[in-house]
């Protein structure tokens, strides 16, 4: 077990309004990343982070902001959700010795 | 970028079948790792092989086995004597400065 929770683990929201999505690990990692899964497209990596206050974006970034303020917490916000944003979203840690990605057990997010 | 193809979008095998998965990778750094991912339908990644791009020495661990040809850019999964709990998703992800992953391969093994 790698120490990676996320929440909510569900969730449904409406068309507009604001969404903050939590990734929290217990491995003092340094990499965090935030990836979508939807049919037919495997995992795109939305943001990651390399550090404190340290993110880059991914392949799919538009439309999501992050922010990580402590090295256990990454955070996803959708500013103002659309439905194209209903997916499944996983947050990922990496262990920089063996490059080895461990996964959170994921969010089911309806944006409605 | 790189650019993973998993063309296998589903199998189905009979229990005790051997299957290989196949995957295929773009990548411009000289310097990568390969990985293979497995979703099963309670939904989580669960990471199974890293082999190194300088690494070309496949490996059997129990009933998997990985075939890395790095000529072809292709790193194959392979498991035999194949049994129901092996059904899920398999993604390949090689990694340079990111992980890219494929879009998945579905297996199910029919008992």
């Known amino acids: 077990d790698a120490g990676i929770t996320q929440s909510p683990r569900h969730k449904v929201t409406e068309t507009g309004t604001p969404v903050t999505l939590r990734c929290h690990q217990t491995e003092n990692h340094r990499y965090m990343y935030w990836y979508r899964q939807d049919p037919g497209h495997g995992l795109r990596l939305i943001h990651y982070?390399?550090?404190?206050?340290?993110?880059d974006k991914g392949e799919v970034s538009d439309g999501y902001s992050v922010s990580r303020s402590k090295t256990e917490d990454f955070l996803l916000t959708l500013e103002s959700a659309t439905s194209s944003q209903t997916s499944v979203y996983f947050c990922a840690i990496t262990n920089q010795n063996s490059y080895e990605q461990y996964f959170g057990p994921g969010t089911r997010l309806t944006v409605t | 970028a790189q650019k993973v193809t998993q063309a296998q979008t589903e199998i189905s095998v009979v229990e005790k079948e051997d299957v290989t998965l196949d995957c295929v990778y773009e990548?411009?750094?000289?310097?990568?790792?390969l990985f293979w991912y497995k979703q099963p339908p309670s939904g989580e990644l669960v990471f199974l092989i890293r082999?190194?791009?300088?690494?070309?020495q496949n490996e059997i661990s129990g009933r998997y086995s990985w075939n890395f040809q790095k000529s072809t850019s292709s790193f194959n999964f392979t498991i035999t004597a194949s049994q129901v709990v092996d059904s899920a998703v398999y993604f390949c992800?090689?990694?340079?400065?990111?992980?890219?992953f494929g879009t998945g391969t579905s297996l199910t093994v029919i008992p």
């Open positions: 082999r190194n791009s300088f690494d070309e």
């Open positions: 982070s390399y550090g404190v206050k340290d993110t």
């Open positions: 990548t411009r750094d000289t310097t990568y790792y």
């Open positions: 992800a090689p990694k340079g400065s990111q992980f890219y």
